[in-house]
């Protein structure tokens, strides 16, 4: 998780460019839930529908079973080396989150609650999702 204080200040961004972050969210939890129930290989058949190049990637390296740690660096390289700023890294951050998870293992609803975290100016409504 996040612990970088200077990265945190620069994903710093409006309630608005938040909310334009909940279909990542959704997205990252519904990829989750295939991964849970069908095992992490499914989701090469999702990367066709994926636009993201950042999620894309993160996916391809999770079926290729790339080593959780390789995954995690690769992903941090992208994070701190491309000069992201507020929205774009916020969303950078959302996904490693919710990738790692996913390799990891983790169910639909848990991915959803680390990765919704980082919504966090985002009121309690959103809890319905």
Do not use: H
């Not at 972050?21 to 992490?40: H, Q, S, W």
């Not at 080396?81 to 919710?98: A, P, Q, T, V």
């Not at 919504?119 to 409504?125: E, R, T």
């Amino acid at each position: 998780m996040l612990r970088d204080l200077a990265l945190a200040a620069k994903a710093a961004c409006s309630r608005e460019d938040q909310e334009s972050l909940i279909p990542i969210v959704k997205e990252l939890r519904d990829l989750g839930e295939i991964a849970f129930k069908k095992g992490l290989l499914a989701l090469e058949g999702e990367l066709q529908q994926i636009k993201d190049p950042f999620l894309k990637l993160g996916i391809q390296l999770i079926v290729d079973k790339t080593d959780p740690e390789n995954v995690q660096d690769i992903l941090d390289s992208d994070i701190y080396y491309n000069e992201s700023n507020g929205r774009e890294l916020l969303k950078k951050i959302i996904l490693r989150e919710g990738l790692l998870r996913i390799q990891a293992g983790d169910n639909a609803r848990n991915i959803l609650i680390c990765t919704k975290i980082f919504l966090g100016k985002l009121d309690q409504s959103l809890n319905q999702w």
